[in-house]
């Protein structure tokens, strides 16, 4: 009898544990910010031919670029992982051809940042950037603050773009007057941003 009354009193304090565990909170992951939506995991529309795939890592930070040329539209697939965690998901529209990505950490707060690298179409091949910063909390927009340089400055495009050490790089032809457009005279100009924070996100400025 004393060993039933015994099991039955376990049992007892069992159930009020599991009742217990159900009450509490679940603790959430530091990294579990942008859950992939609907319309993020949609792959590529299959009219739309892919232009650019790419992969690269940041220490344990993977991203995968994938970008479609489909005529008047094209799309941009960006997938973000911290080791196997999926962190968010992505889509947006480019202007122009992507023609390159890297990853890197401007301002040194140990954080990714993702560029991706984009020509317009026709002979200028004005070049231009998006990009993002990874952060714990959140996805941040990096901006380009008058990335637009007039043509009374001999600029027509054709811009190269890349990152070293701590600067994004911009070069870039000078026409003068009188130069075809695959002919310039001018020499070429290189232009060095630094990535600085404004408001919630962070702007690459021209130094």
């Excluded at 080791?83 to 950490?105: K, P, Q, S, W």
């Excluded at 954080?111 to 959140?138: A, C, H, I, K, N």
Aim: charged share 20%; net charge neutral; glycine share 10%.
């Amino acid at each position: 009898m004393n060993g039933m009354v015994c099991c039955l009193v376990v049992g007892l304090v069992g159930l009020g544990q599991v009742f217990y565990n159900s009450r509490q909170p679940t603790r959430a992951t530091e990294f579990t910010y942008q859950q992939p939506t609907l319309t993020a995991s949609r792959p590529l529309s299959a009219s739309a031919e892919i232009h650019y795939a790419k992969s690269l890592r940041f220490n344990i930070y993977t991203f995968t670029v994938t970008a479609a040329d489909s005529g008047r539209v094209r799309e941009l697939l960006v997938k973000a992982y911290r080791g196997e965690l999926l962190l968010t998901n992505f889509r947006i529209r480019v202007d122009g051809a992507v023609v390159g990505a890297e990853v890197a950490d401007l301002d040194n707060n140990r954080f990714p940042e993702l560029y991706v690298y984009s020509t317009s179409d026709g002979t200028g091949s004005f070049g231009r950037v998006y990009g993002w910063q990874f952060l714990p909390e959140r996805k941040a927009d990096i901006t380009s603050a008058n990335w637009r340089i007039p043509a009374t400055n001999g600029y027509m495009g054709h811009d190269s773009l890349w990152v070293e050490r701590d600067i994004l790089c911009r070069k870039f032809p000078i026409y003068n007057s009188g130069d075809s457009n695959a002919d310039p005279s001018g020499g070429y100009q290189m232009m060095r941003y630094k990535l600085q924070p404004v408001g919630s996100g962070f702007s690459l400025i021209a130094e």
